[in-house]
């Protein structure tokens, strides 16, 4: 039997379940996760292994009408996340009205020339009779190659859309080790779990303010160190993030360390950092210069 791998893009608007999707295809956390629009800002590769076959899914940031710098750039890494694939798997949330927010995601992926799935998330949510209309309006706004209803949270679904998506991937070599479950390296991992943690514990426009830089990663066989930074736009976010007397801070860091033990399996020395850079979102050289390629090119040349 021939060997079937190939790229899968996860589209969708913001918080339509993308990443969750993605982790629970993977079986591991490639994807921080958090009920804020806009969490994810880069493209994200998990690959999921099964027999004779290997999907590398790419999770996006979410579809939507770009106001700042940083949001042309996860514009631009949607577009790029679309050169070069093999499938397409738009996702909608079904406990949702379908509006105009919907009918843009599906504009965006009908300029693909290869399948294109849509799958009607959080199925869990809703009775089973909205199901019936919601697939048949989908249906009247593009030629999709499977509609499947799904649960990323629960599971419902997966095993289906996994099949299927295995049945449209060409014959060809693995793009990855069948250990390897991420390109991600650790580094942009560290500093994606810190921006998870300052996600779940701040408020109003703090979470879309926040970067986080990592300055250095150190491994050891026993120990990484980890020093990062995490930027915000305003002295009000900046002390916001720190909290009194550094209480908030020492949280982030908290359940930041303690989930990085996880995930690296060693102990994790952890030095967290605020500082201020002003409308960083509006200011396309600092959006370049948070990205965390741009970061690795940089310590590369060093």
């Known amino acids: 039997m021939p060997f079937q791998s ?5 589209v969708g608007r913001p ?11 993977v079986g591991h956390k490639v994807a921080i996760v958090s009920p804020r629009p806009q969490t994810t800002r880069n493209r994200i590769q998990g690959i999921v292994n099964r027999g004779q ?3 590398v899914l790419i999770d996006t940031p979410g579809l939507h009408k770009p106001h700042t710098a940083l949001g042309r750039q996860m514009m631009e890494e949607v577009q790029q996340a679309l050169d070069g694939i093999d499938v397409v798997a738009l996702l909608l949330d079904a406990s949702e009205e379908f509006g105009p927010g919907d009918r843009f995601a599906i504009q965006r992926v009908r300029q693909f020339r290869g399948p294109v799935f849509l799958l009607l998330n959080k ?14 309006a989908c249906s009247r706004e593009a030629d999709f190659a499977e509609i499947i209803p799904v649960s990323a949270l629960t ?17 060809g070599e693995p793009y990855f080790p069948a250990d390897q479950y991420t390109d991600q390296p650790e580094r942009f991992l560290a500093g994606e779990i810190i921006r998870e943690k300052v996600l779940d514990n701040t408020y109003h426009e703090v979470p879309h303010a926040v970067a986080v830089l990592v300055e ?10 980890v020093r990062a930074t995490i930027h915000v736009e305003r002295e009000s976010q900046k002390g916001i993030v720190i909290g009194k007397g550094g209480e908030m801070l020492k949280k982030i860091g908290t359940a930041a360390r303690q989930e990085l033990e996880t995930l690296f399996g060693v102990k994790v020395f952890l030095e967290l950092y605020v500082n201020v850079q ?3 979102r509006d200011n396309p050289a600092l959006v370049r210069q948070l990205d965390w390629r741009r970061q690795l090119e940089q310590l590369s040349r060093e």
Request: net charge negative.
């Open 6 to 10: 190939g790229l899968v893009a996860i």
């Open 15 to 25: 918080n339509v379940g993308k990443s969750t999707l993605v982790n629970h295809l």
């Open 53 to 55: 076959a290997q999907a």
């Open 123 to 136: 199925i869990d949510l809703i009775p089973k009779g909205r199901l019936l209309p919601l697939i048949a």
């Open 155 to 171: 599971g419902d679904g997966l095993p289906l859309l996994l099949e299927k998506l295995i049945e449209r991937l060409p014959e």
């Open 216 to 225: 250095s990663f150190e491994e050891t066989p026993n120990l990484i160190r």
């Open 278 to 280: 002003l409308d960083w």
